[in-house]
Each structure stands twice: as structure tokens, then as C-alpha cells.
């Protein structure tokens, strides 16, 4: 089954860019949350994570703090 | 045993790699992350080729780059010891050690820290290094700014649109940033300028709440939600200290991108090399490379 997978950003962050470039390049939909313009994500991210860096992946509920491609990865399972 | 180790993968070192693997030497490459501080670098307009291309596309185009050729490549894996044994030379990481004929160190430079109290629990829990990347998630907050070069100023002014109010807490008695930048700091109304102050101490719960500085000879605390931390940069060589380095702790080279120690090369940021720029750091790791295949010619290993 597919993993659901939210990415928390912010535009200009070199390491969301890639990360999120790294989820296409892998065929992963997920949903791209940019905690600049929106409070709510942001809170959620920070609630999650404990911390305040981005980017944040939820993979089903994994939570991994900026790009870690093997714990992305391993968590994926590809 | 390996013709060439490079330890790091920023424009040096993934030059060097590139050179490396054309000449069909056997080559690994450790680093800690690949692109090194081009990565961070917003829109770079003066790398041959790219009248405009932004850190995160040049630092994949580097990265592809590499990948073309079957270069070994350790990420994740810090380099924490260089020596030379008899004829070998062995590179001491977090993870193993590895041995080789000759060496590359291309480990460019980190952010500079505090080293106040505070500053390693608040990493990323309310103090960052990286203004670009996390402005936004302090939206309505008061912040502070440290530092007083072009970083930091540009640093409060990306803030400027984002928070309420900003604290830039310098050490010198003036900024050493550019005066257009200096300009649209000190005009801003929502930014407090304190020169000469340090910053003793990072405090808060879970997240920043707040600062201790001391100017004019007392000390205060400032309720500040945010630090942005901007006071430079370190070269990585600490694991290297048998290298030759200056005051400021980058490693020596000659023109050839030798150092002290016969076998080990080095290149880009991490070096003494005047003027750090991507563009340079790629044509030091190409000498390296050349440097360290003509040694490995030149010289009978048993």
C-alpha cells in the first residue's frame, strides 16, 4: 500500500528543495506543506518534530528531521 | 589501499573526483554531504556557463556530475583523523578507517558558533544558521540577529519582512557589512542596534525565549523567540591539525595545492587560498587531482 507522505517547507530552504526533488525523481506523491505561509502547518510541524528546522517528513507517521535520504529511504522501504 | 581519497564533496572535491576518475585512478570520496556550502548559496550568477542558476540546481548539476563515473562515494561519514604512516596514508572517519597512496582534503567551511551556554540544546529549537531556510517559521516574533558582516545584515533585512522586531547584537563597535546594507538596517524601525555586545547565554525551556548580552559593562536578557545566528565561518580542518594551517586554521598550499605533507593535497574553502568562490574551489580541486596523479607517477609505492 502507499505510504502517505507529507513534506513540511519553506521555499527559499536548499535541503527542502532536494528533498522534495528526491520524492519525484522516486515516483512519491506527497503533500508539500509550506510553514511559511501557513500557521497551522507550521504549529503541526513543530508539535511533531519538537523542533523548529525544516524540512520535516511524516512518512505514516515516521517523523524525519531534515534530508536523511537513507532514513527517507528506509522508511519508504524502497 | 586506494590511489586517492578526497575527503568532502563540494565543488572541490567533487572536481577533483571528476579528474580523478577521467585519469581511471582508483578513488572514494567521503563527505558529509554532497555540494558542500553551494548548497546554501541563493542565486549564483558568476559560474562560467550559468548566466543564472540557483545553489540547490548547481549543487545537483555537480552531484550528476559525479555520478557519471563509478566513483565510490561515502555520504554521511565524517572525516575525524589525517596521517601518514610509512608511505601510507590513512583517513580516520566516524565510521572506519581507509588507507591510501594519496589524499584530497576539500572539506570546506561550517558556520561559525557561539559557544555560549544554550547554544547546542536551542539548535533548531528557535536558534538557526540559516536565516534563508527558517525566517518564516518566526512570523510575528521578536528575534535576534547576531553578527555585524554582509550575512547578518542580510539576515535582518529577509527579517525585517517577517517579524515584529529584531535585536542585531554585534561585537564590534561598527558593522563591517556593505553601507547600502547597513542603510536599510539601520532604517528599518522595527530593528535595535547594539554594537559592542556580546552574547553570553541562549536561554529558554523547550524552544528560545530569550538572550543574555552584556554592553556597557551590565549584563540584560532580551525576550527574544528567535536567534539567527551570523558570525561567519570556520574552515573543517580540525581533523587534519598535522597539516600546516594559518591563524585562521586553513590548511597551507602552494600553487601545486600541496601542503606540509608530501601525498596530501588540498583544495577550496578549507584552504589558504585567496578569495573563497564556487568557481575557484572547482579549478583547486582540478590542480589537487592533477597534483595528487602526478605524484602517484612519480613515486614507486611497494
Redesign the interface.
Known amino acids: 500500500m502507499e505510504k502517505k507522505v507529507k513534506v513540511y517547507s519553506?521555499s527559499?530552504?536548499?535541503?527542502?528543495?532536494?528533498a522534495k526533488?528526491f520524492l519525484k525523481d522516486n515516483n512519491i506523491v506527497f503533500e508539500d506543506l509550506d510553514?511559511?505561509?501557513n500557521?497551522a502547518a507550521?504549529e503541526e510541524m513543530?508539535q511533531k518534530s519538537?523542533?523548529?528546522?525544516?524540512p520535516v517528513l511524516d512518512i505514516d507517521g515516521e517523523i524525519i528531521?531534515g534530508f536523511?535520504?537513507?532514513k527517507i529511504k528506509s522508511a519508504l522501504g524502497i | 589501499m586506494y590511489d586517492l581519497i578526497i575527503i568532502g564533496a563540494g565543488p572541490a572535491g567533487i572536481t577533483a573526483s571528476v579528474y580523478a576518475a577521467r585519469k581511471r585512478m582508483d578513488v572514494i570520496v567521503i563527505s558529509k554531504d554532497i555540494g558542500g556550502q553551494t548548497?546554501?548559496s541563493?542565486d549564483i550568477e558568476n559560474y562560467t556557463g550559468y548566466q543564472f542558476i540557483t545553489?540547490?540546481d548547481l549543487?545537483?548539476k555537480f552531484e550528476e556530475h559525479m555520478k557519471k563515473f563509478a566513483i565510490q562515494l561515502k555520504?554521511?561519514e565524517a572525516a575525524a583523523g589525517l596521517k601518514k604512516v610509512g608511505e601510507k596514508i590513512v583517513v580516520e572517519t566516524d565510521k572506519g578507517n581507509y588507507e591510501a597512496k594519496t589524499v584530497i582534503v576539500a572539506s570546506g567551511k561550517r558556520s561559525r558558533e557561539l559557544n555560549v551556554p544554550g547554544e547546542e540544546k536551542f539548535k533548531?529549537?528557535?536558534l538557526?544558521y540559516?536565516a534563508?531556510?527558517?525566517?518564516?517559521?518566526f512570523?510575528g516574533k521578536e528575534v535576534a540577529v547576531i553578527g555585524g558582516g554582509n550575512s547578518a545584515l542580510d539576515a535582518a533585512i529577509q527579517l525585517m519582512r517577517i517579524v515584529k522586531k529584531i535585536y542585531l547584537i554585534n561585537i564590534t563597535k561598527q558593522f563591517t557589512g556593505d553601507p547600502i546594507m547597513q542603510e536599510q538596517v539601520i532604517s528599518s524601525k522595527i530593528v535595535t542596534v547594539f554594537n559592542d555586545a556580546q552574547v553570553n547565554e541562549i536561554i529558554g525551556d523547550?524552544?528560545v525565549s530569550g538572550i543574555k548580552i552584556k554592553r556597557s559593562g551590565a549584563e540584560e536578557t532580551l525576550a527574544v523567540g528567535g536567534v539567527f545566528v551570523e558570525i561567519g565561518l570556520l574552515p573543517n580542518s580540525d581533523f587534519a591539525k598535522e597539516l600546516a594551517q594559518n591563524e585562521f586554521s586553513e590548511i597551507k598550499v602552494n600553487s601545486r595545492n600541496e601542503t606540509n605533507i608530501p601525498g596530501i593535497f588540498a583544495a577550496g574553502d578549507v584552504t589558504d587560498v585567496p578569495e573563497k568562490q564556487i568557481v575557484i574551489a572547482a579549478g583547486e580541486g582540478s590542480k589537487a587531482a592533477l597534483g595528487a596523479f602526478r605524484y602517484l607517477i612519480q613515486h614507486k609505492f611497494s
Do not use: H
Not at chain 2, 534563508?132 to 517559521?137: I, K
Open positions: 519553506t527559499p530552504c536548499p535541503y527542502c528543495i532536494r526533488q510553514v511559511s505561509g500557521q507550521a513543530i519538537g523542533q523548529m528546522g525544516v528531521v536523511d535520504k537513507e | 548548497v546554501w541563493g545553489g540547490p549543487a545537483a555520504e554521511n533548531n529549537k528557535g538557526t540559516c534563508t531556510c527558517d525566517a518564516p517559521l512570523n523547550k524552544f
